[in-house]
């Protein structure tokens, strides 16, 4: 197929037409004419966009071509190009999987603010064939796909603005209704060690109205500082990986998950071992047979199958398949490396989103299939610091980041996912602006958009309004934990209740969400959001997702936490039962802080194995009291009520 030929001058350039089908212009009342030659191997179906623009007939000058409906061009778009029209003519070239949007139905010339049909120097009629047969509402889902946020607490050079940036991308998606976002890696910067970065990037998170879920795929900042195991382990404590949604399956640090309404498979892959990726093998071989695994499930079976993975590959695809502008990819000559490439030309229907270049979207590096010899291949650029071509040195340069000008410079993807088509649209996160360069079509997978039957798993026994008792209360010892009165047959709730408990439950979000999974963080955001038509129904709404703010996990296994009020240096826990022990006890993990500014650790332990813990100082100068691990009826049960003016607390959640 043929490729977008690169220029740092040019937001996009001519491509020579192959195979073209040309449509006559149709001109309303403007003088102009714009005609349209399809071309390239999609040149006959309904959507795609390759093929050259003909602007003539118009005044010497800037001109900007527009998608538009009837009416006007479409609202929330960039231009689809600014021309230069000399002799009365000009010419712009869209490249390969370039999209014509779901709403167009026009395509207008305009040479002033005045984007109205009616007054357009020229217009063209989308032929009946090449238009999408649906509107941007009729998406089946849409999620955003954002790369490269990089929180960074110290607002070093580059990402000074990366929180700003970070909370205009969350903004963006409550504008979109976005199902879900997923990222495709350096989530943090990382320049001192992750927890104070991934506690600012939750914190960001809980203050943002967003409310539904986010995965992210780990790049190669998170193993900037620490070993791997590590930055791994704060990676997968600080996002989704703790387990409490239902829909991650798997306990490492790579997972997949399964979109619910269409049974859509989104793969989440890591760098395990090195900040520079060219450097060595960055995938074990446990992961790529996981990975194979995965694929082999679902792979050809009415799915759309989206891999999420950081590093982009050498000369290889989206983001640098020839040009090799980005010093640090992942290199062809590394075992993992060519495994990689292997799986991905094994599974052309596949669509394989990355990043870690943060290329801006302008230079049309973002789509390639490798002429058809590989999968479909999605190339992110950043949220918090997009690049640009420096064409002297043949590099990408970050110096735009430092100045003020670049303040509104953050891009990623707003995807809808239809019947037949999935289509990648760029955008300007900043202000929530689409560029139509820079948006991408490929076919979907699902032959028709049909609940796929999952196998039915039961349920983990859950405290739910439907049967919650005085004992159950009862249980719930923390305070936080305490609903104003239980949901039976004999209470009554009134509006009080209800206020009482929407206050503990903002109360929650407020203090504790660093504390557990997101997934349950953010689904108790939704429940505090939403509006409900009578108190009964949003006491019990509230309730569910107040209750569960703790989530379980997997065959036993809860996270326990430390608050290193002592100052201790290499805190450890010792664990044991009657049966079994560690010995001398295990290192915790950094985590975090409390919101005293506490060190925070954590350590995930296996239930069924220990019942006491201690935590030590690194040997046994110094010890903290001996605490059970017990759980009651499946349910929460808080060891050591969380006192905040004790030397040690623990809290124990996820129980089965």
Known sequence: MNKLTRAAAAAMCALTAVSAITFAPVTASAAGRLSYSFSGEEKDKAGYAEGTITLSGVPDGQCKLCWADDKCALKGFYELAQVEVSGGSASFTLGDHTVIPAD?????????????????????????????????????????????????????????????????????????????????????????????????????????????????????????????????????????????????????????????????????????????????????????????????????????????????????????????????????????????????????????????????????????????????????????????????????????????????????????????????????????????????????????????????????????????????????????????????????ITSDDVAALRERAEKLLVTLYSYSSYDCYQALKKAVKSEYSDDAEEYAALSKAYLSFYPYTYEGEINIYFANTMGWKHPRVKLWSAKDSNGNGEKLIRSGQTENGTPLYTLRVNSRRYNQLQFTDGGDTEVSDIHGISGVDNKLYTINTMDREAPYYVFVEDYK
């Open 104 to 492: 167009a139905v026009k395509l207008i010339a305009v040479s002033g603010d005045d984007t109205a049909v009616s007054s357009a120097e020229a217009v063209y009629d989308i032929p009946e064939s090449k238009r999408l047969k649906y509107k941007s509402s009729d998406a089946n889902y849409t999620f955003m796909d954002y790369s490269d946020i990089h929180i960074d607490k110290a607002a070093r050079p580059f990402y000074q603005f990366s929180d700003l940036h970070f909370e205009k991308a969350l903004k963006a998606a409550v504008n979109r209704g976005a199902d879900f976002i997923v990222t495709a890696g350096d989530n943090i910067n990382n320049g001192e060690g992750p927890g104070e970065e991934f506690d600012r990037y939750r914190e960001i998170l809980a203050d943002s109205d967003y409310a539904n879920p986010i995965y992210e795929a780990s790049g190669n900042h998170e193993l900037r500082v620490g070993t791997p195991e590590e930055a791994l382990s704060a990676f997968a404590n600080a996002t989704g990986l703790d387990g409490s949604s239902g829909d991650v399956t798997g306990k490492k640090p790579y997972y997949f998950v399964e979109e619910k309404k269409s049974g859509d498979i989104f793969i989440f892959m890591v760098l395990e071992y090195l900040f520079s990726p060219n450097e060595g093998d960055e995938f074990s071989d446990e992961q790529l047979k996981w990975f194979e695994g995965v694929l082999d499930e679902y792979y050809g079976k009415n799915r759309n199958i989206y891999l999420i993975e950081h590093a982009l590959i050498d000369k290889y695809g989206a983001g640098d398949d020839k040009d090799s502008y980005y010093s640090v990819p992942l290199l062809p000559k590394h075992k993992s490396t060519r495994k990689f490439i292997k799986i991905l030309e094994a599974h052309p229907d596949l669509i394989w989103i990355s990043g870690h270049t943060h290329i801006a979207l302008k230079y049309g590096y973002n789509y390639s299939d490798n002429n058809g010899q590989s999968c479909h291949m999605i190339h992110d650029s950043s949220v918090s610091c997009p690049t640009i071509l420096n064409m002297n040195s043949h590099s990408l340069s970050y110096n735009a980041a430092k100045e003020e000008e670049y303040k509104d410079f953050s891009e990623g993807y707003w995807v809808q996912v239809f019947d037949d088509a999935i289509i990648f649209n760029g955008e300007n996160l900043y202000y929530d602006k689409i560029y139509p360069s820079a948006c991408y079509i490929m076919e979907s997978c699902r032959s028709t958009f049909v609940r796929v039957p999952r196998e039915e798993k039961p349920e983990t026994a859950k405290i739910t309004p439907d049967y919650i008792t005085n004992r159950d209360i009862a249980t719930l010892a923390h305070q936080y934990l305490t609903l104003p009165k239980s949901v039976s047959d004999e209470c009554k």
